[in-house]
C-alpha cells in the first residue's frame, strides 16, 4: 500500500487534528437522501426524460395523432430513406476496417519500441480531438476538391460522397481509437514475453500468440467506438458529404428542412441502435477483459531493436504527417487571401462579419457556453459521483443514478439534440422558457458528455481507501467535510482534467446543439456549417482554427497548471527517499 492511502489506525490518529470532534447531526443521513435522490431527478430531466421524448415522437402522426409504428413501416418503404442507413453502415465500415490497423500499428510503435520522440507524437496524433469534426472535411476540400492541389490522385473520383466523408472520418476518428489501442498495449504482461523468448519462439509468432491476443479487447472496442463515431457525426458528412445521404444529414433535413420531426424521430431512434448494441459488446468485453489482469503481473519493457525502431519512427512520422499536414493545409488556407489564385496572406477571413452578419458573435457565445458547461458541469460530475460511490444511503437512487450517468455513453448527441427538442420546446412543459437560450445549450451538452467524465471522476475516488469515510464516520464528522476537506483535495488533478474535457468538448461541439440555438446565441462550431453552406469555406476554416487554438490553450494551461501547482499540492503523493 502507498504512502498516499492511510492505514486505519493512522488515519484515526490524524483526522482529529483536521476534524475537530462533534455530534454527528441528526439529519444528515436525510441530507444525503435528498442529494442523491436530487441528482436522481436532474439526470432524469436532462437524460432520460429527452430521450423518451424521441421514442413518443417517433410514434406519433404529423399532425399530432397517433402512428403507432406507421413511420417506421414508411421509413423502410421509402428507397431514399433506407439508402441513407446503408450509406451510413457502408462508411462506417470503411472508416473502421482502414482506422483500427493504423491505430494499432501506432500504439504499437509508442508503446512496444524504443523509437524517439514517443510524447511529440502521441500529441501529433491526438491533434483532431481539439477542433470541429468539420475541420478535417473543409481541409479535404483544399487539398482534394475541385481546386485542390491533390486532387488528381482520386483518379477522377469527387472527394464530395463517401470517399471525402470516408477519409473524413478517418482522420477525426484516428485519435479516439489510438487512445484505446495504447492503453490496451500498455497493459500487457511483460512475464509472457520472457517466456517466449526463452522457449525460442519467434518474433512474428510472438506477435501473433501474444501481442494480438492481448489486445484482442482493445481492437474489438475500438472498432465499435469508431463504428459509432462515424455513424453518429454530422459536422463531415455536412460538410463534404455532397449529395451522398446518411443517417446524420437525413435526421437534420427531415427536422429542419421538411418540419417532419416525427420521421426525424424515426431517424434518431435508427442511430441509436447501432450505438446502442456497440455499447453493450463494450461492457461485455471490458468485463471479460477485467478478468485477465493478474496482480502478478510486470510492465512489459521495450528493448533497442534498431530495424523495427526505424520502420516505427518512419511509420509514426508518415501518419502523424498526415493528420497535420492536413489540419495544417486548413489552417493555411484560412489565412490566403483566394484560394489557389492568389497566395498572398491575409487577416480578411478572420472578419467574420464579412461572412456571417454575427462576426465574432458566435465564438464569444461558444466560450461562454464552454466554461459554464466545464465550471457547472465539474461541480456536478464530481459531486454526483461522489454520491454515488461513498455515500451508503439509498442504494435503489444511487443504482438508478448509476444507469443514467452511463446512459449518454450510447446516444448520439444528434439524438440527445432531437429530445431536447421535443421535451424542453414542448408547450405543457415548464421549462420551455430554456428552450433556445444559452443555458439550453450548455445543459444539453453536459449531459451529452456526462458519461466519460462520470467515470473519470468514479475512477478518481474508487482509488480512496474506503476507511476515510468510515474513520471520519467513527469521529461523528459529517461527509460533506470528509468530502472537502479529504476527497476534494486528493481528486484535485482528476478535478482539473474534467474541466478541460468538458471545456474542450462544448468549444468544439455541433451535432449535439445544431437544432437548440436561437438568434442571439448560434454557436462558434454551427458558424462553420452556415458559412460553408454560403460558401465562404476561407471563413469556415478561420472560425474552426479559432476553437481549435483555444482548445489547445486550454490543454496548455493545463500542463502549466499541473506542472508549476499541483507539483507542489500534490507532493505528499510523492515516495521521499531514504536517508
Known amino acids: 500500500m502507498t504512502e498516499s492511502v492511510l492505514a486505519g489506525p493512522a488515519l484515526a490518529a490524524s483526522l482529529p487534528e483536521a476534524f475537530p470532534a462533534r455530534s454527528r447531526m441528526p439529519s444528515e443521513r436525510l441530507v444525503a437522501t435528498v442529494l442523491v435522490a436530487g441528482f436522481c431527478l436532474l439526470l432524469v430531466v436532462i437524460i432520460a426524460l429527452p430521450l423518451g421524448s424521441v421514442l413518443i415522437k417517433s410514434l406519433e402522426a404529423p399532425d399530432g395523432g397517433a402512428a403507432g409504428l406507421r413511420n417506421f413501416r414508411t421509413y423502410f418503404s421509402t428507397p431514399t430513406l433506407v439508402e441513407a442507413l446503408l450509406n451510413s453502415l457502408t462508411v462506417a465500415g470503411s472508416t473502421v476496417a482502414i482506422v483500427v490497423p493504423l491505430a494499432f500499428g501506432y500504439a504499437y510503435a509508442l508503446t512496444r519500441t524504443t523509437m524517439r520522440w514517443k510524447g511529440l507524437f502521441l500529441a501529433f496524433a491526438l491533434l483532431p480531438l481539439f477542433a470541429p469534426s468539420l475541420l478535417s472535411g473543409i481541409a479535404l476540400t483544399y487539398i482534394l476538391g475541385n481546386q485542390g492541389f491533390l486532387r488528381g490522385i482520386l483518379f477522377g473520383h469527387s472527394v464530395y460522397g ?46 501473433a500468440t501474444v501481442t494480438l491476443p492481448g489486445a484482442r479487447y482493445g481492437l474489438v472496442s475500438a472498432a465499435f467506438v469508431v463504428f459509432t463515431l462515424v455513424v453518429t457525426d454530422f459536422g463531415i458528412p455536412k460538410v463534404i458529404g455532397g449529395q451522398y445521404p446518411v443517417l446524420a444529414t437525413d435526421a437534420y433535413r427531415q427536422v429542419v428542412g421538411q418540419q417532419n420531426f416525427p420521421m426525424g424521430a424515426v431517424v434518431g431512434l435508427l442511430m441509436l441502435v447501432p450505438a446502442i448494441l456497440a455499447f453493450a459488446v463494450d461492457r461485455l468485453i471490458q468485463r471479460r477483459q477485467s478478468s485477465l489482469l493478474s496482480a502478478r503481473s510486470v510492465p512489459y519493457e521495450a528493448k533497442p531493436r534498431p530495424v523495427r525502431d526505424r520502420l516505427s519512427l518512419g511509420y509514426a512520422a508518415l501518419v502523424a504527417g498526415v493528420i497535420v499536414g492536413t489540419y495544417g493545409v486548413a489552417i493555411w488556407a484560412s489565412f490566403i487571401r483566394y484560394w489557389p489564385y492568389n497566395l498572398s496572406l491575409t487577416l480578411d477571413h478572420y472578419d467574420f462579419a464579412a461572412a456571417d ?33 461513498k455515500i451508503k444511503v439509498f442504494p435503489a437512487g444511487r443504482a438508478v443514478a448509476q444507469l443514467l450517468a452511463m446512459l449518454p455513453l450510447a446516444v448520439p448527441g444528434l439524438v440527445l439534440g432531437l429530445g431536447y427538442v421535443f421535451f424542453f420546446n414542448a408547450a405543457w412543459n415548464p421549462l420551455n422558457v430554456l428552450y433556445g437560450t444559452l443555458a439550453l445549450l450548455a445543459i444539453n451538452t453536459l449531459a451529452h458528455y456526462y458519461t466519460v467524465a462520470h467515470v473519470t471522476a468514479t475512477t478518481a475516488l474508487k482509488q480512496i481507501d474506503p476507511e476515510f469515510e468510515a474513520v471520519s464516520a467513527s469521529l ?60 465562404t469555406t476561407a471563413s469556415a476554416a478561420a472560425m474552426a482554427s479559432v476553437i481549435m487554438a483555444t482548445a489547445l490553450a486550454a490543454r496548455l494551461l493545463l500542463a502549466i497548471v499541473n506542472r508549476f501547482v499541483l507539483a507542489r499540492t500534490q507532493s505528499w503523493r510523492r515516495r521521499e527517499a531514504s536517508a
Open 357 to 389: 452578419s454575427d462576426g465574432w458573435a458566435p465564438y464569444w457565445n461558444s466560450l461562454a457556453m464552454a466554461l459554464s458547461v466545464a465550471a457547472i458541469g465539474t461541480v456536478t460530475v464530481f459531486c454526483g459521483a461522489y454520491l454515488i460511490e
Open 476 to 535: 461523528k464528522v459529517p461527509f460533506w467535510q470528509t468530502f472537502r476537506r479529504v476527497s476534494l483535495p486528493i481528486c484535485m488533478p482528476t478535478v482539473l482534467e474534467l474541466f478541460v474535457y468538458l471545456f474542450v468538448n462544448a468549444m468544439t461541439t455541433v451535432s449535439a446543439v445544431i437544432f437548440l440555438y436561437g438568434p442571439s446565441t448560434k454557436l462558434a462550431a454551427i458558424a462553420i456549417v452556415h458559412m460553408d453552406e454560403a460558401g
Open 162 to 207: 463517401p470517399i471525402g466523408i470516408t477519409i473524413a472520418e478517418c482522420l477525426y476518428a484516428f485519435p479516439h481509437a489510438l487512445i484505446i489501442l495504447v492503453t490496451a498495449l500498455s497493459l500487457s504482461d511483460g512475464r509472457l514475453y520472457e517466456a517466449a523468448s526463452a522457449m525460442g519462439t519467434g518474433r512474428l509468432r510472438t506477435f
